[in-house]
Every structure is written in structure tokens, then in C-alpha cells.
């Protein structure tokens, strides 16, 4: 497997994200002693401080580069293996052999399945870990035009600045663009973006990441059929992480559980 954040995982951790999903996620740990599985943990930003208040969590992740940084975090924060574990897996096709109380893929992970075929992975990973009565919960952004606003847009090849942020060194700052149109078929929709990190020591520049990702869209009522479609029945959704009302904030959030 190809680790596409082999360079640009160092910058991770930089980004500004717009809102704290981390107490989200720790609510919905079912009791202090509860097992939780990170499908696309990365660098452990939110398997690290969920790690305290569940009794174990196990993250999977496809980039051994995000990886690295999250074993890091894990041992800065004291985590031995009774109580974190992390490893290096494709959530689309990924069997551990035992079940969890709580699956959460945080931060539109499920986004960069591109294909019907992954996406079908996936909710098997999912249904395989889950504990009897267990819940999955599941984030995707919501799309912010309708799919020809995001076609047109996505034909638009200029680079933005989207943020900047101190490093040791200097400055990182980070750009995005669309590195090709969007995909566009009667029931998928993918985008291309491509974020370059250029790291600046001073005025000179002092090293430069590009990482080039898919991010499937899906609109709300979609990503709801698309759920009952694999199986699950829907327990809660929400629209972002401040209580924004499902399918009016800036995300998409549900959370399911086997129906059968
Ligand atoms: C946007 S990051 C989210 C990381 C973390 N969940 C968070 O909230 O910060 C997406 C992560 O999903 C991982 N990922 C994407 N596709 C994957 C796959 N098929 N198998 C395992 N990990 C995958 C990427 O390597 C990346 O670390």
C-alpha cells in the first residue's frame, strides 16, 4: 500500500479545525470501561484523549507516516498497550477478531472511499467489530452547493491559501486546490482536492508537501439511505458538533447500529 501522507503527515496536526469534536465522541462512549475502535485513527488526535475515559481503544490506519505520529502522542501521553494499540490496516477489507462498544471513523475519514467496492468494505468492517448493541458513528462535511455548484467549482484549477501556522523552524503554510474535476455519475460524486504544505524559514522557502486525496460527497438524505442500504438502522444524527440541527451545519454526523 502506497502511504499518499508519507511527507505531508507531519503537518497533520497543524491544521485548524473548525470545531472540537473530541467531547462528542467521549459522550458516546457507553461506559467507562467500554472498547472503542478508530477506523482512521491518523495521528491519534482524538484516539489519544478519548483513550482516558474508555477502558480500551484500537486505532487502524492506512499511513504508517500517521501512524508514527500518532504512536508518539500515544507514548508522550503515558498509553501503554492495556490501553491503546494502533496498527496498520486497510478499513475496507480488515478483520481483528474480536468486537468493540463503540466504532467512530472521526473527521470524514469514510469520505476518502472512493469506490461503491470500498464503501461495501467498510460497513463489513463495521458490522464485524460491533458488539452486540454496540453503536457506529459516523462524520462526513456537508456539501455546501448542489453537485453542478461542486462540478463547476471543482473546475477551477487555482490554488487558495486556506491556513498558516509556526513551526520550530518558521511558518508552514498550507494550500489548496483541485488537482482535476470532479467525478460525476447518476449516483457518485467525488472531488479531487490536492493541500501542498510549503515550509518557510524566514523568507526562504525550506521544503514543501503535497498530499493528494479523494473525498467521496454525499448529501444528507443520501448519506442516510446509504446506512439503511448496508443494513444499519439509524439511533441519532446530527448536523455538526455544536448542535446544529441534521442537515443544516457544516457537517453530517449519524450514528447506527446493526439492524439485524
Ligand atoms: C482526515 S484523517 C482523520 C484522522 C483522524 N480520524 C482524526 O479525526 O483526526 C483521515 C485518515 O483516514 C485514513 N484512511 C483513509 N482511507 C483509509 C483506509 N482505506 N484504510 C485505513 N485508513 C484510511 C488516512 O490515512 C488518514 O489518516
Redesign the pocket.
Known amino acids: ?1 502506497i ?3 508519507a511527507q505531508a ?1 507531519r503537518y ?2 497543524l491544521q485548524p ?1 473548525a470545531f472540537d ?1 473530541v467531547p462528542f465522541y467521549r459522550e458516546h462512549i457507553p461506559w467507562p470501561q467500554a472498547s472503542v475502535l ?10 489519544v484523549p478519548l483513550a482516558e475515559h474508555c477502558g480500551y481503544i484500537h ?5 504508517e507516516a ?2 508514527a505520529v500518532c504512536r508518539a502522542r500515544m507514548k508522550k501521553a503515558d498509553l501503554g498497550p492495556e490501553k491503546a494499540r494502533v496498527q ?7 478483520g481483528l477478531g474480536r468486537k468493540f462498544d463503540l466504532v ?6 469514510f469520505q ?2 472512493e469506490s461503491d467496492e ?1 464503501v461495501d ?2 460497513f463489513k468492517t463495521v458490522r464485524k467489530h460491533l458488539a452486540p448493541g454496540a453503536a457506529c458513528i459516523l ?1 462526513i462535511f456537508r456539501p455546501n452547493r448542489d453537485p453542478d455548484g461542486i462540478v463547476q467549482r471543482s473546475g477551477d484549477p487555482r490554488e487558495t491559501p486556506v491556513w498558516e501556522a509556526p513551526i520550530e523552524s518558521g511558518r508552514v503554510f498550507a494550500y489548496e486546490r483541485f488537482r482535476q474535476p470532479a467525478f460525476r455519475s447518476a449516483d457518485r460524486l467525488v472531488i479531487y482536492p490536492r493541500l501542498t504544505y510549503r515550509e518557510y524559514c524566514g523568507d526562504q522557502p525550506a521544503g514543501e508537501a503535497v498530499l493528494d ?1 479523494a473525498m467521496r460527497v454525499y448529501y444528507p438524505e443520501e448519506f442516510e439511505r446509504l446506512i439503511v442500504h448496508h443494513g444499519f438502522r439509524i439511533l441519532g444524527r446530527w448536523g455538526g458538533y455544536a448542535g446544529e440541527p441534521y442537515g443544516q451545519g457544516p457537517e453530517l454526523v449519524v450514528e447506527f447500529a446493526d439492524s439485524g
Open positions: 500500500m502511504d499518499v501522507r503527515a497533520y496536526d479545525i469534536d478508530e477506523l482512521g485513527c491518523g495521528t491519534g488526535r482524538v484516539l486505532g487502524l490506519d492506512a499511513s500517521m501512524l496498520l490496516a486497510d478499513i475496507t477489507d480488515v467512530i471513523a472521526p473527521y470524514r475519514v476518502n472511499l470500498s468494505g467498510f462524520n486525496i
